[in-house]
């Protein structure tokens, strides 16, 4: 028996949440994000606001520009993702098999629910926007490849204007290549933009152009990524709804307004990213053994460096003296700063020998988990260390 494959994506989502707190920006162009000012870029943006070219990702500046009457709304990231996890509370009630992939965006697996699919997708598209007043788009296909493309063809196809797209897309099993065939080939998983050039130039423009071609062929061009473009053309994606998501990384970026060249404001922010980062492997009880520190100069040139530390870790303080030691390895003295980032990987469950000469990092370890608690009772400022 084929998969049923639903994929939920909810329209525009930081600005419908903002909706909710305030209705009277329903139907108005405005943006979530940061000042144009300042560097802000659009985070999200309403419908009335796309329609003016506006998009995410934009620099704020050039969205004013596009539009100077455009609403700005600073982005509150906590309410955002307490909604969403109201949102998956309810996928979740239908099934156990949910595969959330952002903040945004879910993928179901159906297949053994027993209800008519198209009606129960319907109920649960109504139920999100009735109970919780927020829009979604919703495609329904046997694997993830098509259902997720399924979503966007009903986002695209809707004729609404300035308003949600309520997207609702089936794609019946047995007609996924057919469904496809007539797409543009960069809505295919897997067609960057230089992908994309390189088909073009072979006159290839439609996932069904891709289709035509012999395997062999696609496998010649582009490697073992010429395989994956030729079953995704037919359809194919065998790929299980996954239910566990490992946590690889754990990090902390702060884009500064104005470039900082002082050193003991750089260090300042890398102790308080090495806080964060450090209280968010203690709460979900990980440790770390790399140490990344990203930087961006005032030209836009990034770099990363890591290090990887003798054994793992929780403790913001070692977290934070690599994070120093790295920055102080690639930055030339004066050098302004764009953007810095700490971050953790080689993430993985803690593992604590306590030994006789370990009593002082233990205690330290237990001393740290209270001022966690009292963090998150009565909010970070409350306590810290001297």
Request: proline share 6%; with cysteine; net charge positive.
């Given at each position: 028996m084929p998969r049923t494959i639903l994929h939920l994506d909810l329209d525009a989502f930081y600005c419908s949440v903002e909706e909710t707190q305030n209705p009277q920006l329903r139907g108005k162009p405005f943006a979530v994000g940061g000042k144009p000012n300042?560097?802000?870029?659009?985070?999200?943006?309403?419908?009335?606001?796309?329609?003016?070219?506006?998009?995410?990702?934009?620099p704020m500046s050039r969205a004013v520009r596009l539009y100077r009457e455009l609403i700005i709304v600073p982005g509150r990231h906590s309410l955002y993702s307490e909604y969403s996890q109201k949102v998956m509370e309810k996928l979740h009630n239908l099934t156990p098999l949910v595969e959330q992939i952002s903040i945004d965006e879910a993928f179901l697996d159906i297949t053994d629910i027993q209800d008519d699919k198209p009606r129960l997708a319907l109920n649960l598209q109504r139920v999100i926007q009735t109970e919780l007043n927020l829009p979604s788009s919703i495609g329904i296909a046997s694997n993830k490849l098509v259902a997720k493309i399924a979503t966007e063809v009903g986002k695209k196809s809707s004729k609404k204007k300035n308003e949600p797209p309520f997207g609702f897309t089936v794609v019946p099993a047995g007609d996924e290549a057919q469904f496809l065939a007539p797409l543009p080939a960069d809505m295919l998983w897997g067609v960057g933009p230089k992908t994309n050039a390189r088909l073009a130039e072979l006159g290839i423009h439609t996932i069904g152009d891709i289709a035509s071609w012999p395997e062999k062929e696609l496998v010649s061009l582009f490697g073992e990524n010429g395989r994956d473009l030729w079953q995704h053309a037919h359809g194919i994606d065998n790929r299980p709804v996954s239910t566990e998501s490992e946590t690889k990384s754990i990090s902390q970026e702060t884009t500064y307004n104005v470039d900082v060249s002082d050193e003991k404001t750089l260090e300042k922010t890398l102790r308080e990213q090495a806080r964060d980062v450090a209280r968010q492997l203690r709460k979900n009880d990980l440790t770390g053994k790399t140490v990344k520190v990203k930087l961006r100069w005032s030209d836009f040139t990034t770099i990363t460096r890591q290090?990887?530390?003798?054994?793992?870790?929780?403790?913001?303080?070692?977290?934070?003296?690599?994070?120093?030691?790295?920055?102080?390895?690639?930055?030339?003295?004066?050098?302004?700063?764009?953007l810095i980032g700490v971050g953790v990987s080689g993430i993985g469950a803690p593992v604590r020998q306590l030994s006789l000469w370990d009593v002082g990092s233990e205690k330290s370890r237990k001393l740290q988990e209270v001022v966690d608690q009292l963090q998150d009772k009565y909010g970070k400022g409350v306590i810290r260390k001297g």
């Open positions: 300042e560097r802000g870029v659009v985070a999200s943006c309403s419908y009335a606001a796309r329609a003016l070219g506006i998009r995410s990702a934009m290090t990887t530390l003798p054994t793992s870790t929780d403790n913001e303080d070692e977290i934070f003296h690599a994070a120093v030691k790295l920055m102080k390895a690639v930055r030339k003295p004066n050098q302004p700063v764009r």
